[in-house]
């Protein structure tokens, strides 16, 4: 389906990292891409690198994904110039540490925002794929980042959720599991990060995964399998061996 010219594929976070590289990936497979972010001019230059000779592979619709309207409206701008969205993949997202509300915002209502604009016409045409870039901080917790876990792992359970009612009625659902990839925003990160991944490499396996209509898409593998063996340990246990390999922090905060 995306090595087809007629793909209208929809990217949220589409202005750098994960979301910048499926873009390319997609267009190289033949694909329509709207481009949606809050910095405008990064789209710009992604539709100018990759819009092709007239422009027209990429469509630029910035919005704020934490803004329940502004999806709405970018949906509907997408819509209207090419008749209809074939895949959405709501990747947008980041960390606003300590703040548990602003990083629920941001990651989780923001993928139920996205797929309540493009849902209709889906059901409407009996086809469609919906995806989203969750975690595999997502699948349990440990000492840190929570707020982040947390927001990820309403994002799974949310597509898990919704494959039941949505894939009978044509809409397939996938959600996107890394682990680290190099983008700005591990780029911050001082620890070392483990199986670390590159960001083009990361995208043609989300884009592989999409295309054989994977429910999930999971890597780098020896991350991701280990993670899931962790996922099915009793918590008494899980909660002493992940305090033997990540130490707690000094402070704790109450969440906000
Ligand atoms: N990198 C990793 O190791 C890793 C691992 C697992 C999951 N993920 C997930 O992968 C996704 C992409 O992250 P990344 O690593 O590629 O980070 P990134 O380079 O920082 O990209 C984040 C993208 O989200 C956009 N964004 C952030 N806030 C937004 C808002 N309010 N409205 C619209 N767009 C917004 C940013 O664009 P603007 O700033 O222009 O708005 C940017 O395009 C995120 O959901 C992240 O949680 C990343």
Do not use: C
Not at 65 to 72: I, K, N
Not at 77 to 86: L, M, S, V
Not at 105 to 128: D, Q
């Amino acid at each position: 389906m995306y090595a087809s010219a007629s793909a209208r594929i929809w990217v949220t976070g589409a202005s750098t990292g994960i979301g910048a590289a499926l873009v390319k990936t997609l267009i190289a497979r033949g694909a329509r891409v709207a481009v949606t972010a809050r910095r405008r001019d990064l789209l710009e230059q992604i539709a100018r690198d990759h819009g092709g000779p007239d422009g027209s592979r990429v469509l630029v619709v910035p919005a704020d994904v934490t803004d329940h309207d502004a999806v709405v409206a970018a949906a509907r701008q997408i819509e209207a110039a090419w008749g209809g969205i074939d895949l959405a993949i709501f990747n947008a997202g980041g960390v606003i540490e300590g703040d548990f509300i602003a990083t629920m915002t941001l990651n989780y209502f923001s993928v139920v925002y996205g797929i309540e604009a493009v849902l209709n016409g889906m059901l409407a045409r009996g086809r469609g794929h919906i995806a989203a870039v969750a975690s595999l901080a997502g699948y349990r917790p440990g000492p840190v980042a929570t707020e982040y876990g947390a927001s990820k792992a309403a994002v799974i359970f949310l597509m898990d959720g919704l494959r039941f009612t949505l894939e009978p009625r044509g809409v397939r659902v996938t959600v996107i599991n890394p682990g680290f990839v190099r983008t700005p925003l591990t780029d911050r990160h001082t620890f070392h990060m483990p199986f670390l991944v590159e960001v083009d490499d990361a995208a043609e396996r989300i884009v592989r995964g999409l295309e054989r209509g994977k429910k999930e898409i999971h890597f780098p593998a020896p991350m991701s399998w280990g993670a899931k063996l962790l996922r099915v340990l009793p918590y008494p246990v899980y909660a002493r061996l992940i305090r033997t390999l990540q130490p707690t922090p000094a402070k704790a905060e109450p969440p906000r």
